[in-house]
Structure formats: structure tokens, C-alpha cells
């Protein structure tokens, strides 16, 4: 063997992708493997619906069959323990010796964010087929036409890649593992404070007020109402800024951390 | 540049290439200064040992000539690119094995091997290449499908070493490549050392194990306080602590205690037992017991021995060698989660 070998230039377009791809590729096969938390991310909602729906459902009243009612909420929910996870592995790179092995690459830095955000979205996107195909079988009938499926999709998508990003700021700034999860616990409470269970208008006065301004509501109220024809009004212009907003946002924000931990 | 101009001086006035190379190091993490001043230099082709107790300042020295962490002060060359002002092109020439083995459980051998390969940009056919070379190298050929997280620890640690070599580094930095292995992974591990430097590679490690540095350093530097206590060949530094060492024997605490302070001797590892610096003839040992014979001091046990790294390690820090088991407590509180030494 020599040591005069040709060295394979590290920038252009080319690399970039490739660093991307590669992170993707590797993010996505640990999520795959991670059975445990790929099944809770996937069970929890799972119970969850099945709780409200044949447990609490009957003592709520929204005015429609409860499951109608309950399904953005869930898929919401959902997000919540996928992006919960995502922080949990970023964190882990963060902590351990696979960050220092990847920095003393010549990659670029926002190819390891990239990457579990990416791992994130497809998470998400299996999670919530599974949620929505299980409620339809507990009788949710959605009576959405192929245009309003779209929007639906695209909205949580958005919804999803925000969030994930969040999760991925949070990852980056956690000192462990364990840490990461606790911090996590924003993104999965969120949604019980929102009308995602239960109409707004039945809360005490100042939860209401959280309750009507907070990013979830407008995004479970378009997706209803793309979904099952409840009245959208403002909420989908609202949810859609709320979501671009918060990508923009956690999207910089996770970045910038990301280059201000490594920077010591 | 006055430090451009001292680092070529340096380049050509010594017979071999200097291929790191440290001028005034200083870190410090909030009031806690790790490095206070740091100097050193590396022959192309030659092991480097950073020998130090814990907390000396050992991987932030690594941290700062692997482009993970800014010096606050001084510079630093390696492969002939600054650290701070050409990150990248240090990268491209260098690789770490840090501390902890930064493999991924849930992958296996060869997908770790691969991605490391992709990430070089060799491409994907030239980077399942070298994942095999690698894997055959290292022993590992049975276990590439494998996940990692049913690998032993020798296992992990060859991995870990693997995808080091993926890009064929000129220099390899290995911050304590040995500690926590059993002793059939640490000879392996440093076969696999010696192969490299035998290729050219520049081998920069840090470690615990005086008796590691000791096989297979060429050059040594002790850390201490976060300066440079003494650096030079094994030989060379060890010949300033004495061409021998007297150790006696003694039988209670007290007897120990009078004896270490008339001869102003330090205690060695062993209970009941100092250890001074001698010329290793029988008139020093003769003179030695007679003072003690004086002062009413029974002598147990009389042997002498030739330095080690140890004997330099305890001269030059004042403090117990690292390899002795009662070390010293680790600093729990550090600034930053890469503050020297969390192991």
C-alpha cells in the first residue's frame, strides 16, 4: 500500500449531495433498525386512539362520531413522539464519539442535521399511513376529494419537517441522550393543550387562550377540515405561516447551534 | 508571518520534514486553563506519544491539531495547512480516533466502513472496495455483516481504527487507543500501529500506558499542567531522570517517612518503599545505607533498576504515575462537554 495515493477533491455540488445522501442513507437505516423506538412511535398513537376513542369518546362531545373528530389530533400526536425520537438521535451522534469522526471529515456540517431530519419525515410519513389506515378501520370516514388529500398531506408535511427540525435544534443543544427525551416532552404535550381532543371552548378561559394560539390548532383544524368538511376559515392561512415560520425559524436556529457547539 | 517564517526555519533545519507542528498552544475553558503554552513537533513518519495525568491537557491538544476545537492562542500545522485558517485541508490529510469508538451499533461493519468510504467522496464502488480491504485487514472479514453492537470490544476498537484508515491519512491521531482493551486487542492494536508508521503514516497517540508509549513511541512529549514538562526520544528523556533507580524497602510507616525525608526520596507505588535517582554503583548504594544506618533507619529491601517511564512521569509532575491504581480523583466539574479527559 502507499501513502502517495490521489486524493478526491472535497467541494462542488457533487460532494454536497453525496454528503447528504450518504447521511440520509445512514439516519434511515439506524431509524429502521431502532425496532424499539420505530414501534413506539408507532404504538403509542395507536393506543392513544384507541383511548380516546372507546374510552374518553363517548363522554366528549364535539358534535360529530368522536373518531371523525380525533383523527388530525392523533396524526399530530404521532409527530410528536417521531420528532421526540429524532431529537433522541441526534443527540446521541452529539454525544458520542461519531460527531468528532464526522467534523474531522471534509463534509459538510449541515449534511449531519440533513439527515435525521430527512430520516424523520419518512418516520412520520409510515407512522401517520398506520394511524390513518387503523382509525379508518375504527370508522373514521373521511369525505375527502383527491385534491383535499393532497393538501392535507402537504400541510402535515410541512408540519413534520418544522417540527423535525425543532427536534433536531433540541438534540443539538441536550447534554445527553436522556436529556433529549426530557426536552422532547414540549412536542408531546403540546397537542393535549390544543383542540386536538377536545373543542377549544370547553377549556377554563386562559387555556383557551393557549389553546387558540398555538401552532397545533390551526394545523389540526385544516387538516379536519380538509379531511371531514368542518369549517376551515382562517386557519389554513394561519397554520400555513405558522408552519413556514417555524421551519425558517428551527430550520436556522438548529444550524446555528449546531455550528456554535462545534465551534469550541 | 513571523510564525510562517519560524515554521519553515524549523521545516528545513531539521534532517526529516516536520509534519505537526505546535508553536504556544493555550485553551482555556471558562476560568480552568487546560493548555498554558504548548510546543511540539512531529516527524513525517515517526509515533508521537502524549503522555500527561489525567486533566494535562491531552485531548484538547488533540481536539485543537484535529480542527475540532480553536486554539485561544498560538498556532498549530499539520500536513503543512494551519488549523484554524484551513480546516479543510487539514481534514482531507488527517484522521481521528478519538476516545470513544465512534462506530454506529446499528449498522454493520461493512455499512460503517462504506459510509466513512462515501463521505470521502471515493465513490460508492472504490468505497465498498476499501470497506473490504479494510475488513480483511483488521481481522474482521467474518463479522462485516454483522451489526456492531454484537462486536467485542477489541472489535469495535479495530473497527474504529478502520475507518480511520478509509481515506489513507498521513497522519493519524489516536487519543488513548488502547484504554479499556484486553491485553490480546491492545497487541493487536499495536501490530496494526506498527504496520502504519512501516507505510509512512505519521502516528500522533495519546496514552495511559507509559508501557504502550514506551513500545512504541519514537518521540515523547509529558504534559503537565498544561505544558510541556519534557518531550524528546524515549531514551533521551529517560536519561534525564537518571541512568538508574534506587528503590528501598522498609518495614513500618514511620521508618519510611524519617528515610524519605532525610534522602529527600519520593515514595514509589509500592507501600513502604522509596525510590531516588542513582548512578547505579555499589558506592551510591553504599552511601545511601550508611546515612541510614546513622540515623537509625533498618533498611528492609535494596534494589536497583533502570528508569522507565514511569520514574520520568513521577519526576517531572511530582505525582503519582498514571498507571498506578490509586490515581488521581477526575475533575467532575468541567466547563464544556469537551473539556479534557470525561473518561
Known amino acids: 500500500m502507499t501513502t502517495l495515493q490521489a486524493r478526491p477533491t472535497h467541494t462542488g455540488l457533487g460532494n454536497a449531495l453525496t454528503d447528504h445522501l450518504t447521511m440520509i442513507g445512514r439516519c434511515v437505516r439506524l431509524t429502521r433498525r431502532n425496532t424499539e423506538t420505530l414501534i413506539m412511535s408507532i404504538a403509542l398513537p395507536l393506543l392513544m386512539m384507541l383511548l380516546f376513542v372507546y374510552v374518553f369518546g363517548g363522554a366528549i362531545n364535539t358534535g360529530t362520531q368522536y373518531v371523525n373528530y380525533v383523527v388530525p389530533g392523533i396524526v399530530l400526536l404521532c409527530t410528536g413522539y417521531g420528532a421526540a425520537a429524532t431529537a433522541m438521535a441526534v443527540a446521541n451522534d452529539m454525544t458520542t464519539g461519531v460527531i468528532d469522526r464526522l467534523r474531522t471529515l471534509p463534509i459538510r456540517g449541515s449534511a449531519v442535521l440533513t439527515?435525521?431530519?430527512?430520516?424523520?419525515?419518512?418516520?412520520?410519513?409510515?407512522?401517520?399511513?398506520?394511524?390513518?389506515?387503523?382509525?379508518?378501520?375504527?370508522?373514521?370516514?373521511?369525505?375527502?376529494?383527491?385534491?383535499?388529500?393532497?393538501?392535507?398531506?402537504?400541510?402535515?408535511?410541512?408540519?413534520?419537517?418544522?417540527?423535525?427540525?425543532?427536534?433536531?435544534?433540541?438534540?443539538?443543544?441536550?447534554?445527553s441522550v436522556e436529556s433529549a427525551s426530557a426536552l422532547s416532552f414540549v412536542m408531546l404535550f403540546l397537542p393535549y393543550l390544543s383542540s386536538a381532543f377536545v373543542p377549544p371552548h370547553t377549556m377554563p378561559r386562559f387555556l383557551r387562550g393557549i389553546s387558540e394560539h398555538q401552532p397545533i390548532t390551526p394545523v389540526i383544524e385544516t387538516v379536519r377540515g380538509l379531511l371531514t368538511g368542518t369549517p376551515i376559515g382562517a386557519n389554513g392561512w394561519i397554520a400555513l405561516l405558522w408552519c413556514t415560520g417555524l421551519l425558517a425559524a428551527a430550520s436556522t436556529f438548529a444550524a446555528w447551534l449546531f455550528r456554535r457547539r462545534n465551534a469550541v | 508571518m513571523r510564525m510562517t517564517y519560524a515554521f519553515k526555519r524549523t521545516y528545513y533545519a531539521l534532517g526529516e520534514p516536520v509534519i505537526v507542528e505546535a508553536e504556544g498552544l493555550t485553551k482555556s475553558y471558562g476560568t480552568t486553563t487546560v493548555l498554558d503554552g504548548v510546543d511540539l513537533h512531529v516527524r513525517r513518519g515517526t509515533v508521537f506519544a502524549l503522555l500527561g495525568?489525567?486533566?494535562?491537557?491531552?485531548?484538547?491538544?488533540?481536539?485543537?491539531?484535529?480542527?475540532?476545537?480553536?486554539?485561544?492562542?498560538?498556532?498549530?500545522?499539520?500536513?503543512?495547512?494551519?488549523?484554524?485558517?484551513?480546516?479543510?485541508?487539514?481534514?482531507?490529510?488527517?484522521?481521528?480516533?478519538?476516545?470513544?469508538?465512534?462506530?454506529?451499533?446499528?449498522?454493520?461493519?461493512?455499512?460503517?466502513?462504506?459510509?466513512?468510504?462515501?463521505?470521502?467522496?471515493?465513490?460508492?464502488?472504490?468505497?465498498?472496495r476499501r470497506a473490504v480491504d479494510l475488513l480483511d485487514r483488521f481481522d474482521l472479514r467474518d463479522a462485516a455483516d454483522r451489526r456492531v453492537k454484537t462486536y467485542s470490544g477489541g472489535m469495535r476498537r479495530r473497527l474504529d481504527l478502520a475507518m480511520s484508515l478509509v481515506s489513507t491519512p498521513e497522519v493519524i491521531f489516536l487519543d488513548e487507543p488502547t484504554t479499556g482493551l484486553d491485553p490480546v486487542s491492545r497487541t493487536t492494536m499495536w501490530d496494526a500501529v506498527r504496520d502504519l508508521v512501516a507505510a509512512g503514516t505519521t502516528i500522533v497517540l495519546t496514552t495511559q500506558y507509559l508501557e504502550e508509549a514506551d513500545r512504541l513511541a519514537d518521540t515523547v512529549a509529558l504534559l503537565h499542567e498544561g505544558r510541556v514538562a519534557v518531550s524528546g526520544s524515549t531514551d533521551a528523556v529517560k536519561a534525564r531522570v537518571g541512568g538508574h533507580r534506587l528503590d528501598l524497602g522498609f518495614t513500618t510507616d514511620h521508618d519510611t517517612t524519617r528515610a524519605a525525608a532525610l534522602l529527600s526520596a519520593r515514595r514509589t507505588d509500592a507501600p513502604l518503599a522509596l525510590g531516588l535517582p542513582s548512578d547505579g554503583t555499589a558506592t551510591h548504594q553504599h552511601h545511601v545505607l550508611d546515612a541510614l544506618r546513622t540515623a537509625g533507619i533498618p533498611v528492609a529491601t535494596i534494589s536497583t533498576h533502570r528508569p522507565t517511564l514511569d520514574d520520568v512521569f513521577i519526576a517531572f509532575t511530582g505525582g503519582q504515575s498514571p498507571t498506578s491504581p490509586d490515581q488521581a480523583p477526575l475533575d467532575l466539574v468541567t466547563a464544556t462537554p469537551y473539556a479534557e479527559d470525561l473518561a
Not at chain 1, 373521511?142 to 419537517?161: H, I, K, S, T
Not at chain 2, 503543512?80 to 480546516?87: I, K, Q, Y
Open chain 1, 115 to 175: 439527515g435525521h431530519v430527512v430520516a424523520s419525515v419518512a418516520r412520520n410519513a409510515l407512522s401517520t399511513t398506520i394511524v390513518v389506515t387503523a382509525a379508518v378501520v375504527m370508522g373514521f370516514r373521511p369525505r375527502a376529494a383527491f385534491a383535499e388529500w393532497l393538501l392535507a398531506a402537504g400541510l402535515l408535511l410541512l408540519y413534520v419537517l418544522a417540527l423535525s427540525w425543532f427536534a433536531a435544534g433540541l438534540g443539538v443543544i441536550a447534554k
Open chain 2, 53 to 128: 495525568p489525567n486533566g494535562a491537557g491531552k485531548t484538547t491538544t488533540i481536539r485543537i491539531l484535529t480542527t475540532l476545537t480553536r486554539p485561544d492562542a498560538g498556532t498549530a500545522r499539520v500536513a503543512g495547512h494551519d488549523v484554524v485558517r484551513e480546516p479543510t485541508k487539514v481534514r482531507g490529510a488527517i484522521s481521528l480516533t478519538g476516545q470513544f469508538a465512534a462506530v454506529d451499533d446499528q449498522q454493520t461493519g461493512r455499512e460503517n466502513l462504506t459510509v466513512v468510504g462515501r463521505l470521502m467522496h471515493l465513490g460508492g464502488p472504490a468505497a465498498r
